[in-house]
């Protein structure tokens, strides 16, 4: 089945600790993105890529890295320089970017605790 | 700054009647808007679109309303189902500067049966 995976669902990491999302998609979409969601805000978002080995900031890029080595993959890593890490983690992609719209695809989320 | 809002945190609609969820917008160069259904602890799934060419778009039960002079729009469902109990995030975008969404903070719907 053709779809955006992410993994794991939930995730739990000491404070202090980097940690790396991962995200997969087998859709052959160029763009993917990734939004982090916190109760009673919609979605922000944090890094999006337009194509392999090139990434842009979003809105709230700081203290999050990505990689975009791979069509497929667009791992994000919450670092320790980020401040309030603890929230739900969504990766999206789309057939292409620029130009023209078209519609983003949702992995099913990652819950991130940090203690 | 937000500017996609959404400003009904949350709306109750009884089964079969029809569900209003609004959505206002400060950037008059948004041309694209879309309506996302999110169910707990998963991600968003689209629902239906509008282009700023258009000021009506219906598909089955759902049909979004945009009035690009008063910067609003709005989806309508009828009926109402108790599966539509769901959050709705509208989402705007400027199409020739990329693929950059900009999201509504959700409104919360439960249909009671």
């Known amino acids: 089945d053709g779809g955006i995976t992410q993994s794991p669902k939930y995730l739990f990491r000491k404070e202090g600790q980097n940690v790396t999302l991962s995200c997969e998609q087998n859709?052959?979409?160029?763009?993917m993105y990734w939004y982090r969601q916190d109760p009673g805000q919609g979605l922000r978002l944090i890094y999006y890529?337009?194509?392999?080995?090139?990434?842009q900031k979003g809105d709230i890029a700081e203290g999050y890295s990505v990689s975009r080595e791979k069509k497929e993959s667009f791992p994000l890593t919450v670092t320790s320089a980020q401040k309030n890490p603890t929230a739900f983690y969504l990766c999206?992609?789309?057939?292409?970017?620029?130009?023209?719209?078209?519609?983003?695809?949702f992995g099913p989320g990652t819950r991130l605790t940090v203690l | 700054d937000q500017q996609v809002k959404q400003n009904s945190p949350s709306l109750s609609v009884q089964e079969g009647r029809i569900s209003i969820l609004n959505c206002d917008y400060t950037n008059s160069m948004f041309d694209y808007f879309l309506w996302y259904k999110k169910y707990p602890a998963e991600g968003p799934t689209f629902l239906i679109s509008?282009?700023?060419?258009?000021d009506k778009n219906e598909d089955g039960r759902f049909t979004v309303f945009l009035n690009k002079s008063a910067k609003h729009l709005s989806l309508h469902i009828v009926p109402s189902q108790p599966g539509d109990s769901a959050v709705y995030f509208c989402?705007?975008?400027?199409?020739?500067?990329?693929?950059?969404?900009?999201f509504g903070t959700g409104t919360s719907l439960t249909v009671i049966p």
């Open positions: 509008i282009s700023s060419i258009k």
């Open positions: 999206a992609s789309s057939i292409k970017s620029g130009g023209s719209t078209d519609t983003q695809y």
């Open positions: 890529s337009q194509i392999v080995n090139d990434f």
């Open positions: 859709l052959n979409h160029d763009a």
């Open positions: 989402a705007a975008v400027i199409q020739h500067t990329g693929n950059q969404f900009y």
